[in-house]
Every structure is written in structure tokens, then in C-alpha cells.
């Protein structure tokens, strides 16, 4: 399990922060809650870990596909697949049970973040700790730019938000500090913020795919650096309630 968590990419650096906190909880069985948790590509092997996790998503189909992967990895019995709205969180998770929040790529779809980071805040238990990643903005600058659409890039640059407008498919894109400030604002300490992806994104596939250890290292080695932390195409932040 460790083996394919640290030779992605995409997910290496969380699993390396979210590695750190389940061996400070060692012997623990943890209670962790992955808001549009999708088809379980964390819920599932944090259930193999041995955690009880509980997925809230808006989509049956993801559901459904966690239900089948949890199954097929024999963690059903510690896997909950709930379909819910997490703009409407409060009601669906009992407050202050919660050892791990996992809210990754969501806050930049939600109707209102704020209320969605209060909702995450109310179901950990104090001294639990919350999971969030979402698109950093300047990398999709870049992205935009990179791929010739300059008009986009500029109109990027220059949203509050972070978005090209109404065709844009995030309603919101993040630096380090508005993240850093959503998730303090609704009563969280963030203890690390890490660049996901600051590379991957950016290498022709013949590079990524051919040397997929090197590029990990190379992602490890410049995740939490500035000011490749902030070129990311995703910020990982690792926040904790205060016990
Ligand atoms: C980009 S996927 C991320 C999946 C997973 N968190 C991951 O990082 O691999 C976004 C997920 O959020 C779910 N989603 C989108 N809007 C949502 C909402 N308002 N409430 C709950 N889930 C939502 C989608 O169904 C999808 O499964």
C-alpha cells in the first residue's frame, strides 16, 4: 500500500503529511470523514489502514464505484458511502466524532466554502485534523498561458476568484494565504501548506511516465519550498482544531 501512494505523483506529498499524523495516532483505530471523497482513491486504503471512513459525495455513481473498490479490497465493512451535499453538511455528520477530515478538490466547487470549512470544523473532535487540497491559482495561470490562451490567463489573473468566468469548471482557485485564511476563519490552526503537483503537470508525458520515482522525489524535495510551493497546480494544507 505505502509502495503505490509514494510512487504517485499526484497524491505523494498528502499521503506523506497524512502518513505522519496516522503514525502520531498509531494503534488507533481513527474516525475519518472524506467530503466528496469521490471513488475512495483515500478512503479506501486509509480503511485498509484500518480507520473507519465515511465518504460523503454528491455522486452515486462515485459512490457506487467506492462501494465496488471497497468491496474488492475487503474494507466494506469499514467504509460508509453517504450521498450528500456538502454545502449541507450539518445534519449528515454528528459534531465533534471526527479524528480526520479529508476535504480534497471540493472547496473550489461548493456553493460558499465557509460554511462547508465551519460544517468540517464542527465534526472533528478537538486536537483532530483536517485534510484540504484544492487548485492553486497561479499554476492555472500558467497552464493557460503555456497552452497559448493569454486572454484566459489574463482574465485569470486578474478574478478575485481565481476563475476565467462563467465556463471556467471551478468557481474558485486559491493561493496559500486566502486558503490559509478560509480554513483559520473557521477556528483551525494550519500547521503545514504544501505544493501538489508543482511538475507533474508541466512535463511532456514521456518524462512523467519514464521517470515516475524521479518525479516524486523531485515533487517531495520542492513541495513545501517557495517559491515552487506556490506554482503548484494544488495546495495542500494540514490544519488541526485546537484541543
Ligand atoms: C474532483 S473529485 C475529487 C475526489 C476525491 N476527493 C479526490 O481527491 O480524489 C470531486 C468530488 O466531489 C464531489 N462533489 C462535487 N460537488 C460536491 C458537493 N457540493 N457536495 C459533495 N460532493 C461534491 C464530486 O461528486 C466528486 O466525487
Same mark, same amino acid.
Given at each position: 500500500? /505505502? ?5 504517485? %505523483? ?33 478512503? $479506501? ?14 455522486? %452515486? ?30 445534519? @449528515?455528520? /454528528?459534531?465533534?466524532? =471526527? ?6 478538490? $471540493? ?5 460558499? %466554502? ?18 484540504? @487540497? ?14 497559448? *490562451? ?23 482557485? #486559491? ?26 503537470? @508541466?512535463?511532456?508525458?514521456? =518524462?512523467?511516465?519514464? *521517470?515516475?520515482?524521479?518525479? $516524486?522525489?523531485? /515533487? ?7 517559491? #515552487? ?15
Amino acid at each position: 500500500m /505505502e509502495q503505490i501512494r509514494t510512487l504517485t %505523483p499526484r497524491t505523494a506529498v498528502i499521503w506523506s503529511v497524512l502518513r505522519a499524523e496516522l503514525d502520531r495516532r498509531a494503534g488507533e483505530r481513527l474516525s475519518v470523514l472524506d467530503v466528496g471523497g469521490g471513488t475512495g482513491g483515500f478512503a $479506501v486504503p486509509l480503511a485498509e489502514a484500518g480507520h473507519r471512513v465515511t465518504v460523503v459525495d454528491a455522486s %452515486p455513481d462515485a459512490l457506487a464505484a467506492l462501494t465496488r473498490r471497497a468491496a474488492e479490497a475487503g474494507v466494506a465493512d469499514r467504509v460508509r458511502a453517504t450521498q450528500g451535499d456538502a454545502d449541507a453538511l450539518t445534519g @449528515l455528520v /454528528e459534531p465533534a466524532t =471526527v479524528d480526520l477530515v479529508l476535504c480534497h478538490s $471540493v472547496l473550489e466547487v461548493v456553493d460558499d %466554502p465557509e460554511p462547508v470549512m465551519s460544517a468540517l470544523v464542527t465534526a472533528l473532535r478537538p486536537d483532530g485534523a483536517a485534510s484540504v @487540497l484544492v487548485a492553486g491559482r497561479a499554476a492555472a495561470v500558467f497552464g493557460r498561458a503555456m497552452n497559448g *490562451q493569454l486572454d484566459a490567463a489574463a482574465a485569470l489573473a486578474a478574478d478575485p476568484h481565481g476563475t476565467t468566468g462563467g465556463r471556467d469548471t471551478l468557481r474558485r482557485r #486559491y493561493d496559500a494565504a486566502d486558503a490559509s485564511a478560509l480554513l483559520t476563519a473557521a477556528g483551525l490552526v494550519v500547521e503545514e501548506i504544501h505544493g501538489v503537483r508543482v511538475l507533474a503537470d @508541466l512535463l511532456p508525458a514521456a =518524462v512523467a511516465d519514464g *521517470q515516475q520515482a524521479a518525479l $516524486v522525489e523531485l /515533487e517531495r524535495a520542492l513541495a513545501a519550498r517557495s517559491p #515552487y510551493r506556490d506554482l503548484a497546480a494544488q495546495l495542500h494544507l494540514f490544519a488541526r482544531r485546537p484541543a
